[in-house]
């Protein structure tokens, strides 16, 4: 998966739940600028878990205050499956044990 | 106007199942938080709460009978049938008449439906029992009681989320006071730890990875819990004339809406509430000792609840001592309140105020007078017990050492 096509997914699904033209959405648009409250920021990121089927730990949710800084952080995740969860079951394989 | 008094209490919670275990866990400042067993959470974020531990419910309830009772309902009436026990009152023809019971729950019977709707979705089934509509009724607590002890007076639920038992308890005192009732059985319980209402916790983000630190500078977050807390009020008349014991003067409620946001929560709100409170009480702030906080552990509720707090006392706020007795029990929502207020008129008269367990590190945001992690001797003339809800609900009880 590029990175260009998370950014394209993850634009839209901004652009979708503001209901705002996607080309009104760009890279260094912050949730302040969409006028986003804490509650809006929690169901934005439940879509994106949606878009994405990622858990989105609560750590990198305090992270992600803008368009660029989500795709960072759905691509990290993207990368490193094992860390969706704080503290569920780790995969056994990803990293050996000392 | 009618003066109203405690004399039963009865708990059912994470740090004990009657009165004197919850007591001595409070004393020693001992947490009930540990990893959730009633369901697999191994999938879910979070991992601890305080459950309430072996909890028989065959040793209280007959075959039958248990159909009918979700776990918030089993919770409730034992912790009903200690308060009246406690008490000493023996309920006659007229008395009965003018008694009441008033209970708070926000989520009723859910562990109930969530495991009936798993069966009817996951599972196929074909059928419900018969039970399902009367287990799951938020007032079901209310009717049991009201049956069980043939209480007919007014009888009610009142489910203002996190706020519930404070606004059931404020109600049954109010009626009291003005002469509508001359006792009531009150309190509130919840059993929230099924596996869907704990999913429902982890999407809104504000439950912990570890533990509960209300207003500690390194607090991340609520830990829930379940039980239940009942009271017996009656007149302090009646309570003197039969020899009772006295745990404490119930003086005062205070209720107010924020009106601002569901889950953002306003000071001017919680100190409306508080004032309100003191103002119904005919407490004079300077005779308030110590505050068993809505302390959540949140960032954002306790920074507000200090400022609230701060707003109400001002330059006194230092010599008020404080605790969140959460941090032991945990956040048992509807149930909150009550077993909050049992906390608080415990602490007046044992004359030793609960800590804040898991206390680590004072944050300025907080500028209170924390009860950090071990008790204190204080004999407090006056006290207040705060609940928070979301959706701005605010509920606060005033409690006054009794004296005749």
Not at chain 1, 34 to 46: A, E, K, P, V
Not at chain 2, 351 to 372: M, V
Request: glycine share 8%; charged share 20%; net charge negative.
């Amino acid at each position: 998966m590029t990175e260009s096509s998370v950014a394209e997914r993850v634009m839209r699904v901004f652009s979708e739940f503001k209901k705002v033209p996607r080309e009104d959405i760009k890279m260094d648009t912050t949730f302040a600028e969409l006028g986003l409250d804490s509650l809006d920021g929690l169901n934005l990121i439940f879509e994106l878990e949606e878009e994405f089927n990622v858990m989105i730990p609560d750590d990198k949710v305090e992270s992600m205050k803008s368009v660029s800084e989500v795709v960072d952080g759905i691509q990290w995740l993207l990368d490193h499956p094992q860390e969706q969860s704080n503290v569920g079951p780790k995969t056994p394989a990803a990293q050996p044990t000392e | 106007m009618r003066k109203v008094v405690i004399t039963g209490i009865g708990v059912v919670s994470g740090i004990g199942n009657n009165v004197g275990e919850f007591w001595t866990s409070l004393a020693d400042g001992r947490s009930g938080i540990g990893q959730i067993a009633k369901t697999d959470v191994t999938s879910l974020r979070f991992q601890n709460a305080a459950e309430v531990k072996g909890f028989d419910a065959d040793s209280h309830f007959d075959e039958k009978t248990l159909l009918w009772l979700d776990p918030f309902a089993q919770f409730g009436v034992v912790a009903a049938r200690e308060a009246i026990a406690d008490s000493g009152i023996t309920f006659t023809g007229d008395l009965k008449e003018m008694t009441g019971v008033v209970t708070g729950s926000c989520v009723g019977g859910k562990t109930t439906e969530d495991e009936q709707f798993r069966q009817l979705y996951a599972e196929k089934k074909q059928r419900y029992p018969p039970t399902i509509i009367p287990r799951v009724m938020a007032n079901a607590v209310a009717s049991h009681v009201s049956m069980e002890f043939g209480l007919s007076g007014p009888t009610f639920t009142t489910s203002t989320a996190c706020s519930s038992a404070n606004h059931a308890i404020g109600q049954a005192f109010w009626l009291i006071r003005q002469g509508t009732l001359d006792a009531a059985v009150a309190g509130g319980s919840e059993a929230p730890l099924c596996f869907g209402n704990l999913k429902a916790w982890e999407a809104m983000r504000v439950v912990s990875p570890d533990t509960c630190r209300p207003f500690s500078k390194d607090r991340s977050g609520m830990i829930l819990g379940e039980g239940a807390a009942m009271f017996v009020l009656e007149t302090a008349e009646a309570a003197m004339a039969r020899g009772a014991k006295i745990y404490a003067e119930i003086a005062g409620c205070g209720m107010s809406a924020d009106a601002h946001h569901l889950t953002m929560p306003l000071a001017t709100g919680a100190a409306k509430a508080m004032r309100s409170a003191l103002a119904d009480g005919n407490i004079a702030p300077e005779t308030v000792g110590y505050i068993n906080a809505h302390g959540t552990a949140t960032q954002a509720n306790d920074a507000m609840e200090s400022s609230a707090i701060r707003q109400v006392f001002g330059n006194r706020t230092q010599e008020i001592y404080v605790s969140s007795t959460k941090s032991m029990h945990g956040h048992t929502l509807g149930a909150a309140g009550a077993i909050e207020a049992a906390a608080t008129v415990l602490g007046m008269k044992n004359r030793k105020l609960p800590p804040n367990a898991n206390f680590n590190e004072r944050d300025p945001e907080c500028d209170l007078n924390i009860i950090a992690n071990a008790p204190v001797d204080a004999d407090v003339e006056a006290a207040l017990s705060n609940s928070f809800a979301f959706g701005g609900l605010n509920a606060v009880l005033a409690f006054r050492r009794f004296s005749n």
